[in-house]
């Protein structure tokens, strides 16, 4: 059974037999029954992927390309609200994600976007430089960026005024009367690193995001903080951050994260070592994951789901139409919750 003999029986044309299967949305919910009813009947699956793709020229396939391995994305909460979105849109328009591992920056290897079976590729937070770019410009493949790098020639971006966004707590914390402060960045290089940083490596950093996001912090405060820099983003570099940042100078009485996965870690280390929070130390974070409500951390929310289908539908315009490309900010807001006090030291 072919799709022009099913038409036939049918009396249809072979486009509508077709629209019945890629583009339901297009036949009135009785004709679409009629064709698949009919289809089921004679044993016809359906229009063969293969051939479908091979006349389209599209496979269907978009590809996303993560900084970490493939694990971390599944386990931190912002990385995974991202890829929902792009799921929740790729499920209403048929397509299906590939994920692209590249690894962590220290074992870097290029994505196989020049292979992949993809129409199109979103980046999701790379470091400046990254090679698995000059990849896809020699592949000509459409493509979107999210996050990180901000200033990609010829594509697209979908990300946050960073330096904006931290700037509101560090106006929170300068309101609340805190004059010695502390921040806790992910990594700003490619080599592992778990230190203080100093104002040249956070201003040199092949990362953007917490580049900017102390800066909005400095800025917000009208003065510098001490930045210390951990490579992984969990709870438990947060609390070795954290206690690192209190030994170097005890007279800090708020520590700003640029991730909520480090602010937890932080809350934790407090409670541990009896010491209140917002009493004798403010906590924020940035992201506002799931716990960071039960936390009371106060924190900077952004809209992972909403970036996630921003970019998917951007790529998808690229692809369908030539779109030319397109800046995308999305909104951020201020959660003020328990962790933030005025000092009393």
């Known amino acids: 059974m072919t799709m022009a003999r099913l038409a036939s029986r049918l009396d249809?044309?072979?486009s509508t037999v077709s629209n019945a299967y890629n583009r339901p949305e297009k036949l009135s919910a009785e004709l679409r029954e009629r064709v698949l009813g009919l289809a089921a009947e004679l044993g016809y699956a359906g229009p063969d992927p293969a051939a479908r793709s091979l006349r389209r020229r599209r496979t269907g396939g978009i590809g996303v390309v993560?900084?970490?391995?493939?694990?971390?994305?599944?386990t931190d909460p912002a990385s995974a609200g991202f890829l929902a979105g792009v799921a929740e849109t790729?499920?209403?328009?048929?397509?299906?994600?590939?994920?692209?591992p590249a690894g962590s920056p220290d074992h870097r290897r290029p994505a196989p976007v020049d292979s992949a079976a993809v129409d199109g590729v979103i980046f999701h937070s790379l470091p400046r430089g990254e090679a698995t770019l000059a990849l896809l410009r020699r592949r000509g493949a459409p493509a979107v960026l999210v996050d990180q790098p901000p200033d990609?020639?010829?594509?697209?971006w979908v990300g946050l005024d960073e330096e904006d966004a931290m700037r509101g707590i560090g106006e929170l914390l300068a309101a609340r009367?805190?004059?010695h402060v502390g921040c806790i960045s992910s990594r700003l290089g490619t080599s592992p690193r778990n230190a203080r940083a100093n104002p040249g490596r956070v201003a040199g950093s092949r990362f953007t995001i917490p580049r900017d996001r102390v800066r909005g912090l400095e800025r917000g405060l009208g003065r510098p903080v001490v930045v210390e820099e951990r490579w992984h983003v969990t709870a438990a570099a947060g609390a070795d951050a954290a206690a690192a940042l209190l030994r170097h100078d005890p007279r800090i009485t708020?520590?700003?994260c640029v991730a909520d996965s480090y602010a937890l870690g932080v809350l934790a280390w407090a409670k541990a070592h009896h010491i209140q929070v917002p009493r004798h130390l403010a906590v924020t974070g940035f992201d506002d994951v799931p716990a960071a409500a039960g936390a009371g951390l106060t924190t900077v929310r952004q809209p992972f789901a909403e970036k996630g289908r921003t970019a998917a539908t951007a790529l998808n315009d690229a692809i369908d139409a030539g779109a030319p490309p397109r800046r995308f900010v999305l909104p951020t807001a201020l959660v003020e919750r328990a962790s933030t006090g005025r000092t009393r030291r």
């Not at 993560?66 to 599944?74: G, N």
């Not at 790729?90 to 692209?100: K, N, P």
């Open 177 to 179: 009367g805190h004059e």
């Open 254 to 256: 708020a520590i700003a």
């Open 12 to 14: 249809v044309s072979v």
């Open 152 to 156: 990609a020639e010829g594509l697209s």
């Open 90 to 100: 790729l499920a209403v328009s048929g397509q299906h994600l590939v994920l692209l």
């Open 66 to 74: 993560f900084t970490d391995e493939l694990p971390f994305v599944f």
